[in-house]
């Protein structure tokens, strides 16, 4: 007991170290936000991820559309009987293991023109144009190739 009649605590030490309770919130909170955009990024990526996927599968239709033997150059003269056409639009769902992108292939032959080469050459040709389409989270997107066919010589 002291003068005052008052009993004072053993233990009680005022300048120990330690966290208060705002603290604790403000670093709870700022960890949260850092695990919330990691996660956000995560998933952005794997998006991006399928979109590219999506892509090089598009691309790959549309090439082998092209090696498809109607647009081979001992043809031409059967692409010039369906120049400025648009065939109907193929759909495409293919749900084997390398894909499962659901969407619209459309080919369109040009018009036949011409173009000239630097040393004055004129060179007939018809533009073929494949364009796949499909749906994604986003919307939609687009893969569209041009090949410019010419006689074979």
């Known amino acids: 007991m ?3 009649g008052f009993v004072q605590p053993k233990n009680l ?14 670093s709870a909170t700022i960890t949260i936000l850092c695990i919330l955009s990691i996660v956000v990024l995560l998933r952005k990526g794997r998006e991006i991820d399928i979109n590219d996927r999506y892509r ?11 090696e498809n033997p109607r647009f081979n150059f001992t043809q ?7 120049a400025g056409t648009t065939s109907q639009a193929v759909t495409i769902d293919d ?5 499962d992108i659901t969407g619209t292939m459309r080919t369109t032959i040009g018009a036949q023109t011409t173009m000239t ?31 410019y066919i010419t006689q074979a010589q």
Request: charged fraction near 15%; aromatic fraction near 8%.
């Open 2 to 4: 002291n003068a005052g």
């Open 56 to 66: 090089r599968y598009a691309r790959a239709l549309v090439v082998s559309e092209f």
């Open 95 to 99: 749900r084997g293991p390398a894909s």
């Open 13 to 26: 030490n005022l300048s120990e170290k330690g966290f208060t309770l705002i603290e604790l919130l403000v």
């Open 76 to 82: 031409y003269t059967n692409l010039l009987t369906q």
């Open 117 to 147: 080469a630097a040393n004055g050459t004129v060179t007939p040709y018809i533009p073929v144009t494949i364009r796949v389409s499909w749906n994604t989270v986003d919307g939609a997107d687009t893969v569209s190739v041009a090949k």
